[in-house]
C-alpha cells in the first residue's frame, strides 16, 4: 500500500509465492545447535528438501535423492569446491563434505517442474566443539 500512497506504480510490487523449498532456505541468522553424520537432499517438482535439517558435521555425507523424472545435475560451492554431480531419476547420490564453512546446493538443470526459487539451498557443515557444536543424537 506505501507504493499506491506515494503515487508509485504497482509494477514490479507483485510476485508469486515462493515454494516451501525456498522458505526453507537457510536465513543468515540461522545458527545450527547441533550437526548430524547425515543429511539428506531430495530434489522434487516442490523445489529442495532438507532432512532432518541443513546441519551437517564435518566429515559428513550429504545423500542427495532425485525424485524428479528427469536427470537433474547439482553443483555445490563453498569451501570446499566438488565437481558437478548427475543424478538420473529415483537415483541417490552421496557426498562426503570435509571442510568446514557454508555451501550452496543448486540443481542447475533437469526437473523442469522445479520453481526457479527454489533450485537453491544452503547447507551448514561445521564441527566446533564449543557451544553450538556438538553432533546431534
Do not use: W
Request: proline letters at 9%; glycine letters at 12%; charged letters at 20%.
Amino acid at each position: 500500500m506505501p507504493g499506491l500512497m506515494l503515487g508509485l506504480p504497482f509494477v514490479g510490487v507483485m510476485v508469486g509465492d515462493t515454494s516451501v523449498a525456498a522458505q526453507e532456505a537457510l536465513p543468515e541468522s540461522y545458527s545450527c545447535k547441533c550437526f548430524h553424520r547425515e543429511v539428506k537432499v531430495q530434489f522434487d517438482a516442490n523445489g529442495l528438501h532438507f532432512a532432518p535439517d541443513h546441519c551437517l558435521s564435518k566429515g559428513g555425507t550429504v545423500r542427495f535423492i532425485n525424485a524428479c523424472q528427469t536427470e537433474v545435475v547439482i553443483t555445490v560451492d563453498g569451501p570446499e569446491l566438488e565437481p558437478p554431480m548427475s543424478l538420473l531419476p529415483e537415483k541417490e547420490g552421496d557426498m562426503p563434505l570435509l571442510v568446514v564453512g557454508r555451501y550452496t546446493v543448486t540443481a542447475v538443470n533437469g526437473c523442469p517442474e522445479l520453481p526457479d526459487d527454489s533450485r537453491t539451498g544452503t547447507l551448514e557443515v561445521g564441527t566446533d566443539p564449543g557451544p553450538g557444536g556438538k553432533v546431534c543424537q
